[in-house]
């Protein structure tokens, strides 16, 4: 039987090195395979439109940026010569100022050099470029001058006067005082400073009339005091003398 089974596999055909043959064509095709697919297209891409890449949407938007970007430049530049003439209108103007300020000194100071050429003193001794007592002391002088002159100018002005309007109520003894006495007893009351005015008779009751008057007084001169003090001088006609009414002008 085993003689048998040995006869048969050695009339077989049997390829016993077969994993040489693969290891050799897994090289091959590991080395050479690559490139033939890499230079050639597969037979699945012919007929296929190659895709390629959509870089309009890209490029306008950097169009787009460096057309900003130039923009921005433009208006920077406009600022800065904007504010380089601002800056030259303000230097120009504080030059300006400081001339103005320095304006008397320097005319005292051009009418004593035109003096000394008119003189004819060529002496570089005698000239002073940078001042002398006798300018400052002269300067001083001028100065000194105007705030006198503007001191009387100020003085000369009125002064505010602060005045008060009062409402002044005058009471009778009884119904039989004369009224028409009393009102001329009070406007009899003569200071300086007092103006009167209107009046009127407003009754009390009983028949009984008071004298309601109006003046205008200075208040540094004529007070409320002196008033009633005044007033109630005349006894036979005069039993009290009230303030209604008292406001400031």
Not at 75 to 102: C, T
């Amino acid at each position: 039987m085993e003689k048998n089974i040995m006869q048969c596999l050695t009339s077989d055909n049997i390829w016993y090195d077969k994993h040489r043959y693969d290891e050799a064509e897994t090289r091959f095709y590991s080395t050479n395979i690559p490139q033939q697919v890499s230079s050639k297209p597969s037979s699945h891409l012919k007929g296929r439109p190659q895709k390629r890449p959509y870089r309009n949407s890209s490029s306008q938007a950097d169009q787009d940026l460096q057309a900003r970007m130039k923009t921005l430049e433009l208006e920077n530049q406009r600022l800065h010569k904007e504010v380089e003439l601002m800056r030259a209108a303000l230097i120009k103007l504080d030059s300006r100022v400081v001339s103005l300020e320095k304006v008397p000194v320097s005319k005292h100071v051009t009418a004593v050099t035109a003096a000394q050429v008119e003189k004819g003193d060529d002496d570089d001794d005698d000239i002073d470029l940078f001042g002398s007592d006798e300018e400052d002391e002269e300067a001083e002088r001028v100065k000194q001058e105007r705030l006198d002159a503007y001191a009387a100018k100020k003085a000369k002005k009125p002064a505010l006067i602060a005045k008060s309007s009062i409402l002044l109520d005058v009471k009778p003894w009884d119904d039989e005082t004369d009224m028409v006495k009393l009102e001329a007893c009070v406007r009899s009351v003569h200071v300086e400073g007092l103006l009167w005015g209107a009046s009127k008779l407003v009754p009390v009751g009983y028949g009984i009339n008071k004298l309601q008057i109006n003046c205008v007084v200075e208040d540094d001169k004529v007070g409320v005091d002196i008033l009633e003090e005044e007033i109630t001088k005349f006894e036979n006609f005069v039993q009290s003398v009230d303030v209604a009414a008292f406001n400031k002008i």
